[in-house]
Nanobody, 119 residues
Framework: QVQLVESGGGLVQPGGSLRLSCAAS????????MHWYRQAPGKERELVAS????????NYVDSVKGRFTISRDNGKNTVYLQMNSLKPEDTAVYVC????????????WGQGTQVTVSS
């Protein structure tokens, strides 16, 4: 059974840091690109960061460049999102997603973890 389980969310002050983790099981993790999305109330779901495999190339939405870092450990079937210099506008539910290549159309989604940035 496919599972993506996020952890590491919570309440932090502006300028603080959090590291999110997404533990994957039930599929061949190294064959999938991994992505972090976020969704805040009243806003569209937004792709925040992506990381490919096996090369590990990354992409970020402009608003988080220089502050967030996506990484993966294929040996642990886990993708991470290190979030530094957090801002109130980063408040959202952060969701992990796995997606195959052009020859594999499968997508798997986690349930999300809440990140709240507030003073």
């Amino acid at each position: 059974q496919v599972q993506l389980v996020e952890s590491g969310g919570g309440l932090v002050q502006p300028g603080g840091s959090l590291r999110l983790s997404c533990a994957a099981s039930g599929f061949t993790f190294s064959n999938y690109a991994m992505h972090w999305y976020r969704q805040a109330p009243g806003k569209e779901r937004e792709l925040v960061a992506s990381i490919a495999s096996p090369d590990g190339s990354t992409n970020y939405v402009d608003s988080v460049k220089g502050r967030f870092t996506i990484s993966r450990d294929n040996g642990k079937n886990t993708v991470y999102l290190q979030m530094n210099s957090l801002k109130p506008e980063d408040t959202a539910v952060y969701v992990c997603m796995a997606r195959g290549d052009v020859l594999n159309r499968r997508e798997f989604w986690g349930q999300g973890t809440q990140v709240t940035v507030s003073s």
